[in-house]
């Protein structure tokens, strides 16, 4: 504990603009952490060890309660919009001078941490927030610096984290008492009202994903694991299609399960840390994250125990959305350097619950961007509240257009660009539904999703004979080893297949319409694709 009044103090704080008045608590162990967060009432224990803390309201991130604020050096390449709402500087000013009065009253938990494994493009970010749980969750997440990179620490990014602290529309110009707010000039994150600690997470992503473009580095929402003959692969894909369950494989090594960056040199994580959706996670289907998860150190978001203190991962009570944060050393064969070369796979997820998507399509580098841009998944009920029967379609560009602060043709031309240059392999995976929409159909077995995965990362699928589907146009295997010969082709489960026909059309027609406003500057041969995608629907 440093008391305000001394060097340390000040150093530990430099950057943050708070003159604090009472305790921090600065860049302490997990085990320190884990003692505050238990003392202060903040969480529980499990009967493994691994801190159990509810988030209240916020479950998940307030997608409009974001803000970048609106200056001259960057709001020409800001991607304004719902995604990105802007800010005016001096609601911001006055916002960042609340929550510093606000913070400078409580006591304090100061994490000094990197973003970005390769230091040629890495961030240095100080978390200074209130809760211990809340500093043991960046800590888990981001990439730890060693004792004598933390004496000469000077940050290049500050989060102020006030989990407690209600925003006032008409004076800091939010929408509600919440406030995500970013400042690229001033290198300055406002997280306010509410205590999900994705948002750190995901505040830092979209720095990410503002910086490093300019640097010709791909900045992605992607997991990545590389075999032992250094043959990379990336996992595209929003939340509830597999990211993070495809790449833990005990047959190869991971890099990290969220967020990467692809430049000229390799692919590297921007963490240090996972964070698991664990929604029935259960030993048998998941054991490398069962296991992480059921440690000293992780935290568990939102997760139900029993009166025994053992976790209820079946327990959605509270949100489907229920969270585990562990460093990546908690699984035994990550990469720790969170690093390797360039990718030889590109895989992009989708758990399409209309049922009508092929399980494995092989994709062009122009087939990929569009797929890129798209994003798609299908949301159901029994994973987000407020939906109904049927299937939702959901379009996030470059499957993450929350943390987008640049227009996805930015992203989508470094793709194409680097797929072409560097002769990587791109595949769509579709790790939903077959035989029916949701509610009819069954969904695809783990098992066999697992099994083409492998046939794309043992190259069973480089020599495989293929034909172009007609609803989709796209380019499917006529068999694959280790899964049922039907599987390949979705309208053969179908019992119904003027059903198929209609649905798939339906399907391509809600492509369409989403691409409208993303065709103008996308590469020419992503125009393309998108032309012939519009022709399917007219059929």
Request: glycine share 8%; with cysteine; hydrophobic share 40%.
């Amino acid at each position: 504990m440093k008391k305000a009044g001394s060097e340390q103090f000040f150093r530990e704080l430099s950057g943050t603009g708070i003159e604090a008045e009472s305790s921090v608590w600065a860049n302490l162990s997990c085990a320190a952490l884990v003692e505050h967060a238990i003392r202060r009432n903040e969480a529980k224990l499990s009967d493994s060890g691994a801190v159990v803390a509810l988030t209240g309201e916020h479950t998940g991130r307030s997608v409009r309660d974001k803000f970048i604020v609106r200056e001259p050096d960057s709001e020409a390449d800001v991607w304004w919009g719902d995604t990105n709402a802007s800010l005016e500087p001096e609601k911001f000013r006055q916002a960042g001078q609340d929550v510093r009065a606000w913070l400078a009253k409580q006591d304090l938990f100061v994490q000094d941490l990197y973003a970005g494994a390769d230091p040629a493009h890495r961030i240095r970010v100080r978390v200074v927030t209130t809760h211990a749980w809340n500093a043991l969750f960046a800590r888990n997440m981001f990439i730890r610096p060693g004792k004598d990179e933390l004496e000469r620490f000077e940050p290049d990014y500050v989060i102020l984290h006030a989990p407690e602290f209600r925003m006032e529309p008409a004076v800091h110009g939010t929408r509600s008492e919440t406030g995500v707010l970013l400042s690229f000039g001033q290198r300055l994150i406002v997280i306010a009202g509410t205590e999900y600690a994705g948002e750190i997470k995901k505040a830092i992503f979209t720095v990410m994903n503002w910086l490093l473009p300019s640097q010709n580095v791909l900045p992605m929402h992607c997991s990545a694991n590389v075999g032992e003959n250094e043959d990379i692969a990336l996992f595209f894909g929003l939340s509830g299609t597999g990211k993070t369950t495809l790449s833990a494989n005990s047959r190869r090594q991971l890099i990290g399960d969220d967020e990467h960056g692809w430049g000229q040199d390799g692919v590297f994580n921007f963490e240090g840390g996972c964070y698991a959706k664990v929604i029935n996670l259960s030993r048998e289907a998941e054991p490398e994250i069962w296991a992480a998860s059921n440690r000293f150190g992780a935290v568990l978001e939102n997760v139900i125990l029993d009166d025994d203190r053992v976790p209820r991962f079946d327990d959605g009570s509270l949100t489907e959305n229920t969270r585990s944060c562990y460093p990546i050393d908690y699984v035994p064969n990550a990469r720790l350097s969170g690093r390797a070369g360039k990718p030889r796979h590109v895989i992009m997820l989708t758990a399409d619950a209309f049922g009508v998507l092929p399980p494995i399509s092989r994709l062009n580098p122009a087939e990929a961007a569009y797929q890129f841009m798209s994003g798609y998944t299908a949301r159901i009920s029994g994973t987000e509240k407020g939906l109904g029967k049927e299937p939702q379609a959901t379009f996030s560009a470059c499957f993450g257009a929350p943390f987008l602060p640049r227009t996805p043709q930015t992203y989508a031309r470094q793709l194409e660009t680097f797929l072409s240059e560097q002769n990587v392999t791109c595949w769509l995976l579709n790790t939903g539904w077959t035989g029916g929409i949701y509610g009819t159909g069954t969904r695809i077995r783990l098992a066999h999703t697992r099994a083409l995965v492998d046939a794309v990362l043992n190259g069973d699928l480089d020599h495989a004979s293929f034909r172009v589907e007609p609803h989709f146009g796209l380019t499917i295997p006529v068999s694959v080893p280790g899964v049922p010969d039907d599987l390949p082709d979705p309208e053969n489960a179908w019992e119904d297949k003027a059903a198929y026909a209609r649905t798939a059309r339906g399907l391509v027609a809600r492509f369409v319409d989403n691409f409208r406003s993303m065709e103008a500057g996308a590469p020419e041969a992503v125009q393309v694709v998108a032309r012939a995608w519009m022709d399917l629907a007219a059929r």
